[in-house]
């Protein structure tokens, strides 16, 4: 990709994107460039990525072809006004912040712009992000491409409807938390039955892992799979009704509904 990718921010998500994209060769490390408010993580991403670094958003801005806002939503208003007069007439924004929608990248803007929205989650961090991709009208089926392209480079993505977000959120952005409680509570049990407590997290994580990966594998029905597993009369199919005694189900619907409903209040 000829292209030259600039991020403002360099957090946690900005530094696992810049890993992949190097990682998968997408482009030369000396066609990225990223600000950053201190001159510590700066120095860490030069040395670590051999990427340019600056103090200056403008500097970013003046020079990246598609530019990605890494910063917390409440960044966001002080930072389109900051470069909003220097974006170049042809680069693509992309947002990655939770309840920052295209629309209001485009009013505070204030002039019509390439805006992409993307919500990738943390798994990025080792090359297993989903990322959900909307972009405006004003983005061209290649330029499209090639945001699809930078997110596939540290896992998968999928355009969908921008209304779509908010489900998202809750089935993507914050679930990794639900899987890390369910992986601790299965450990916790497997410390009851006296395994120690490094192997218990290695063995609920490498079943969660191997889980998802037939699901995605075989494209089979999750129930199917399930029902795969629980034998009549035996382990598995205990451990299932007490799962279902407990609202297991339910309690996971629950929680990805209020997250969506919150998902849905922080918008703008």
Do not use: W
């Not at 006296?194 to 029905?221: C, N, P, W």
């Amino acid at each position: 990709m000829d292209k030259t990718i600039g991020f403002i921010g360099c957090g946690n998500m900005a530094k696992a994107m810049i890993n992949g994209i190097i990682k998968s060769n997408l482009i030369e490390n000396k066609k990225i460039i990223v600000s950053a408010t201190t001159e510590a993580t700066l120095k860490e991403v030069s040395t670590k990525y051999s990427i340019k670094t600056t103090i200056s958003n403008i500097e970013v801005v003046s020079i990246a072809d598609i530019l990605i806002l890494a910063v917390k939503p409440d960044k966001y208003d002080l930072v389109i006004d900051e470069i909003k007069e220097y974006i170049k007439k042809d680069s693509i924004v992309v947002g990655i912040a939770a309840g920052i929608n295209i629309g209001y990248m485009q009013n505070r803007f204030n002039k019509k712009v390439k805006i992409v929205k993307a919500m990738p989650n943390t798994p990025a961090m080792v090359g297993q992000g989903m990322t959900a991709i909307s972009s405006s009208k004003e983005v061209g089926k290649d330029e499209l491409q090639q945001v699809i392209n930078i997110f596939n480079s540290f896992g998968k993505s999928e355009v969908i409807e921008e209304s779509l977000m908010d489900a998202v959120t809750a089935v993507s952005g914050s679930s990794p938390a639900y899987v890390y409680m369910m992986i601790e509570a299965m450990a916790d049990a497997a410390v009851v039955e006296g395994m120690s407590r490094k192997t218990a997290y290695k063995f609920a994580s490498q079943t969660v892992l191997g889980a998802a990966k037939m699901i995605l594998d075989t494209e089979m029905h999750p129930g199917e799979l399930k029902d795969r597993v629980c034998s009549p009369s035996g382990t598995t199919i205990e451990a299932v009704a007490a799962l279902e005694e407990n609202g297991f189900r339910s309690s996971i619907i629950e929680a990805m509904r209020v997250c969506a409903a919150k998902s849905k209040e922080m918008t703008k």
